[in-house]
């Protein structure tokens, strides 16, 4: 079965500190790739997608995230992160194949930034 | 104004009752999902809709229905036998895009509903 790992769940940092969070999943075929934002009060909203092409993919708000195929990975980075960041941010994935429409998402992972 | 509307924000009901949750699109997308979103768990996928009149059980169907007789529209039904009702419920729709036989779409949400069952 389809899965999707998001191994930190909470993190916390001071802001203008360099953010990584990390997002694995499990499946052979070909992925469409996404990171989603929930900014506290705030509908959930997409950051960015990976459907093919160039494997460094850039979002709003300078987030960045690289696909790693070979690790079945597809981290978020952001160089310097800002108090206005703060939120909860899921990973999800979903199989390429025509006629699937099914999203896995990962449990997600609260980021608090201390101003 | 595009978008995706769930009502109400908050609603409350009696254990035992069932309850009609609403979800509206004017995007013109034709998939809509429902999720449920509990701490700890991220969003878990209930119910899905390809396409008017038809729809797919997600990973935890059972408790939940659903109808699609309308595009726009695709309200989800927590009744008596979900054993665990209470959570936040988000509704989502995505366009119907094919490219080279590969499904590429984004799923845009809406505002979500709390349900408190008492």
């Known amino acids: 079965a389809q899965s999707v790992s998001q191994h930190n769940h909470h993190v916390i940092l001071s802001e203008a500190a360099s953010l990584e969070l990390g997002c694995n999943y499990s499946y052979g075929g070909t992925v469409n790739l996404f990171w989603y934002v929930q900014y506290p009060g705030q509908h959930l909203q997409l950051l960015l997608k990976y459907f093919s092409g160039d494997p460094l993919v850039k979002g709003i708000k300078g987030f960045e995230a690289e696909f790693i195929k070979s690790k079945f990975s597809f981290n978020l980075r952001k160089p310097s992160v800002q108090w206005s960041d703060t939120a909860e941010y899921f990973c999800a994935v979903r199989a390429g194949a025509s006629g699937t429409y099914k999203y896995i998402f990962g449990t997600g992972t609260r980021l608090k930034v201390l101003a | ?118």
Not at chain 2, 72 to 86: D, I
Request: net charge neutral; hydrophobic share 30%.
């Open chain 2, 1 to 118: 104004d595009g978008g995706i509307t769930q009502s109400p924000k908050y609603l409350f009901r009696k254990e035992g009752q069932n309850v009609t949750l609403s979800c509206e699109q004017n995007l013109n997308h034709d998939a809509m999902y429902w999720y449920r979103q509990d701490p700890g768990q991220g969003l878990r996928l209930i119910y899905y809709s390809q396409i008017v009149n038809d729809f797919q059980k997600g990973d935890i169907a059972e408790g939940y229905s659903v109808s699609r007789e309308k595009k726009e529209s695709f309200p989800l039904t927590v009744t008596s036998a979900q054993k665990n009702p209470t959570a936040f419920y988000l509704c989502a729709s995505s366009p119907r895009r094919v490219d080279s036989g590969f499904i590429t779409d984004t799923q845009y949400f809406g505002p979500g509903t709390r349900l408190t069952v008492l």
